[in-house]
């Protein structure tokens, strides 16, 4: 099952709904009508953490979705035209990170393999959805992308053993953990003088930091998560009207160093987590501190990243003002 948070125009609330293999999305109080439910106006309000707290199978929305007349879910969903996507979780009460997790990326660095996962903290200030923007802060000169495979945590998941792990999972998602590199204090992205923070929270944890979408696909379709390609591409300002998508990264999570099982067991030792909370499984090789020449997001840039079977998620790179120079790649996406 595919399921997005949707923004209709005229509509100040998001709404959950599941998409259909024709590109429209059903939303779930429409569901909920079909199904003749009595609580279907408040189950519109929920929120998709909300809704996997409650039942993170969504057995009864399978149930009524198999059993609906196909006239119906066609009459109630709402064409692709006619919406756009947000975050599908919008507000992860708990989002980590994971550092070094790809091998081929920890070759690139040339640094020793991890016994333990690298992990790290963000709040939900970075989380922004597809097509908005990812704001370049002014104190920055070397911001950077990062495609990555993206957790859904489904039930609540205390000390569980890996074995067991992949049934907390809710679902897959595609982000782009933005980072400041020079922030980040990473060595090959510092000007003369230049220490960087000695930390993270900055680097990855800034405002609009952490695209992620389109959509949320549920476990039963993506099992353990390896076996996907993970891309990315930048159109770059600086290559001028006629500027093409440049792809960055070429990777496939079959290379993970500590598979989305064995990251749940060992996070969740010390750590609850909750449904809706995110993991960041971490990125393959070809970021842009690591190419020669060097290759940092600039306002006017346009950034995608994609999961295999999960989807593309598309951002414009603007000013701190939301602003993108006129006629650059971004300029160009923010105006259709």
Not at 139 to 165: K, Y
Not at 321 to 332: E, I, L
């Amino acid at each position: 099952m595919r399921l997005a948070t949707i923004l209709t125009p005229g509509e100040g609330t998001p709404a959950v709904a599941i998409l259909l293999e024709n590109g429209a999305a059903l939303p779930i109080a429409g569901l909920a009508q079909i199904a003749g439910w009595p609580v279907a106006e408040a189950m519109g309000r929920l929120s998709l953490a909300e809704l996997l707290a409650a039942d993170p199978e969504l057995t009864p929305f399978r149930e009524a979705l198999a059993g609906a007349e196909d006239s119906a879910v066609q009459s109630a969903a709402i064409p692709a035209r006619s919406f756009r996507f947000g975050p599908p979780i919008a507000r992860p009460g708990k989002i980590v990170g994971v550092g070094y997790n790809y091998l081929e990326h920890i070759r690139e660095q040339g640094l020793e393999t991890p016994v333990r996962p690298v992990l790290f903290s963000m709040f939900a200030n970075a989380v922004t959805g597809p097509s908005e923007p990812i704001r370049h802060p002014a104190g920055t000169h070397a911001l950077d992308l990062e495609a990555e495979l993206a957790v859904v945590i489904g039930r609540e998941t205390s000390r569980i053993a890996p074995e067991l792990a992949l049934q907390c999972v809710a679902g897959y998602s595609a982000a782009n953990d933005v980072t400041a590199r020079d922030w980040q204090g990473q060595a090959r992205a510092l000007r003369p003088g230049e220490k960087g923070d000695g930390q993270w929270l900055r680097a990855k944890g800034s405002d609009t930091f952490l695209p992620l979408g389109p959509v949320l696909v549920t476990a039963d379709e993506l099992g353990d998560g390896r076996g996907l390609a993970v891309r990315s591409w930048v159109t770059r300002a600086a290559d001028g009207p006629k500027a093409k998508p440049f792809q960055m990264q070429d990777g496939n999570t079959s290379d993970l160093l500590f598979g989305v099982a064995e990251l749940i067991s060992i996070i969740s030792a010390e750590v609850t987590l909750d449904p809706g909370d995110v993991i960041v499984t971490g990125t393959p090789s070809g970021v842009g501190v690591f190419r020669e020449p060097q290759l940092f997001l600039r306002p006017g840039d346009l950034v995608a990243v994609e999961v295999e079977r999960i989807g593309r998620l598309t951002n414009p790179v603007t000013d701190t003002d939301g602003k993108a120079p006129k006629g650059s790649p971004a300029a160009r996406f923010l105006a259709l």
